[in-house]
C-alpha cells in the first residue's frame, strides 16, 4: 500500500474530431489513517459536479519529473517552463495605491 495518494478529478470532454478524451487535475492528497482503517483526504480544490456527482480517484502519485500535460514542449523552454510565460515582467505598479 502507498504512503499517500493524489485527489485527482477526471473531466470527460470531446475533442475537435468528436472523439471522448479525459482530463485528470490533481486536487488534493490522501494518505492512510495511523489507528483506524480508513484514509485522511485532504482536497485544495473541488471538482464541479457532473450530473449531480463529485467524482474522486485516488491514485498513487506520479514521479515528480513526469510531465503530466501532454508531454509536447514548445521551443526551446525547459521541462516545466510554460511556454506562454515571459521572463521580463515589468515591475513599476501601473497606479499609485493612497491608503485612507
Not at 494518505?31 to 498513487?60: C, H, Q, S, Y
Request: aromatic residues 8%; charged residues 35%; negative net charge.
Amino acid at each position: 500500500m502507498a504512503d499517500r495518494y493524489d485527489a485527482v478529478a477526471v473531466r470527460r470532454y470531446k475533442d475537435r474530431d468528436g472523439n471522448e478524451k479525459s482530463q485528470f487535475t490533481t486536487i488534493g492528497t490522501a494518505w492512510p489513517m495511523k489507528d483506524k482503517d480508513g484514509f485522511t483526504v485532504r482536497l485544495n480544490a473541488v471538482p464541479a459536479p457532473t450530473e449531480g456527482e463529485f467524482i474522486i480517484l485516488l491514485m498513487p502519485p506520479r514521479p515528480k519529473d513526469d510531465n503530466r500535460a501532454s508531454g509536447q514542449r514548445r521551443g526551446n523552454d525547459a521541462p516545466g517552463q510554460n511556454a506562454n510565460f515571459s521572463r521580463d515582467l515589468d515591475d513599476d505598479i501601473p497606479f499609485e495605491m493612497s491608503w485612507r
